[in-house]
């Protein structure tokens, strides 16, 4: 059974940084078409971060030039690392496939980022 583990959220100020990483075990595809999304209370999910079929990092604008996404192989995990933080960041982060059939969703990890 595929399990996904989100952690390395927390409360942070504006323009801080944090590291976020999601464990993938379970799969046979590994860590392939993992990405991160976000969701905020009373907006949808939003697929934030996550790799284009040759490997190359895909952001939305929003966040471009500020997060990057990693493959870790020695954690088997996919990673996200999040710079110069804004309040508008702050949501709930969880990690998933990119398209096709969902795998099932973890906890996420809450991010908050203060003025």
């Known amino acids: 059974q595929v399990q996904l583990v989100e952690s390395g959220g927390g409360l942070v100020q504006a323009g801080s940084s944090l590291r976020l990483s999601c464990e993938v075990s379970?799969?046979?595809?590994?860590?392939?078409?993992i990405g991160w999304y976000r969701q905020v209370p009373s907006r949808s999910r939003e697929l934030v971060a996550r790799?284009?079929?040759?490997?190359?990092?895909i952001y939305v604008e929003d966040v471009r030039g500020r997060f990057a996404i990693f493959k870790d192989t020695a954690k088997n995990s996919v990673d996200l690392q999040m710079d110069n933080l804004k309040p508008e960041d702050s949501a709930v982060y969880s990690c998933?496939?990119?398209?096709?059939?969902?795998?099932?969703w973890g906890r996420g990890t809450q991010v908050t980022v203060s003025t």
């Open positions: 379970g799969s046979v595809s590994g860590l392939d078409g």
């Open positions: 790799f284009s079929i040759l490997g190359d990092p």
């Open positions: 998933n496939r990119d398209s096709g059939r969902l795998l099932p």
